[in-house]
């Protein structure tokens, strides 16, 4: 059995004007963030950590922000497209580890939807996916409110 490790990092502007989705759930708050998809700044983390850990690169690559067909996407169907690469690869996730960093909203409620949907999307179990909130303790942008920052260590296996 072959194991890898990827990183991932994201980060988004909060803007009035748009939905908040974080951890492919959509959360009540008085702003959303700002992208060319609906920017789920967890999801594009995790993404990256689960393709940076196959060696293929980022989620840019694959789906450019340039590129019509992703303008508005569900972040969740790129989780996916992302997870049907590793396995054509050969690979599998063996565990993520993620947390989001914003001041608010207070995203401790929602951790347990947005472990059950991404379990979901990725058809693994919820005992494999670790998501932690906290705050910049009111420092950076994340600490102003200016945005939402996200960061994932992923662990694939090969099948074998």
């Not at 909060?14 to 009540?28: A, F, M, P, Q």
């Not at 920017?39 to 690559?61: E, F, K, Q, T």
């Not at 992703?70 to 690469?85: F, P, T």
Request: proline share 2%; with cysteine.
């Amino acid at each position: 059995m072959k194991i890898r490790v990827g990183f991932g990092y994201d980060v988004h502007a909060l803007v009035c004007g748009r939905e908040l989705w974080i951890g492919g759930i959509k959360i009540e708050h008085t702003s959303g963030l700002l992208g060319h998809s609906d920017a789920d700044v967890l999801i594009h983390a995790i993404c990256d950590a689960l393709l940076g850990a196959a060696n293929m690169r980022d989620i840019g690559y694959h789906f450019p922000d340039t590129a019509g067909a992703y303008k508005d996407i569900d972040s969740k169907i790129l989780l996916r497209d992302a997870l049907a690469l590793l396995r054509k690869a050969g690979y599998e996730v063996g565990n993520i580890d993620a947390t989001v960093a914003a001041e608010r909203p207070r995203l401790a409620p929602h951790i347990p939807a947005m472990k059950q949907k991404l379990a979901e999307v990725m058809h693994i179990s919820e005992e494999d996916i670790s998501i932690k909130a906290t705050t910049s303790e009111k420092l950076g942008f994340t600490g102003r409110e200016e945005g939402i920052a996200a960061y994932a260590v992923a662990l694939i296996v090969t099948r074998s």
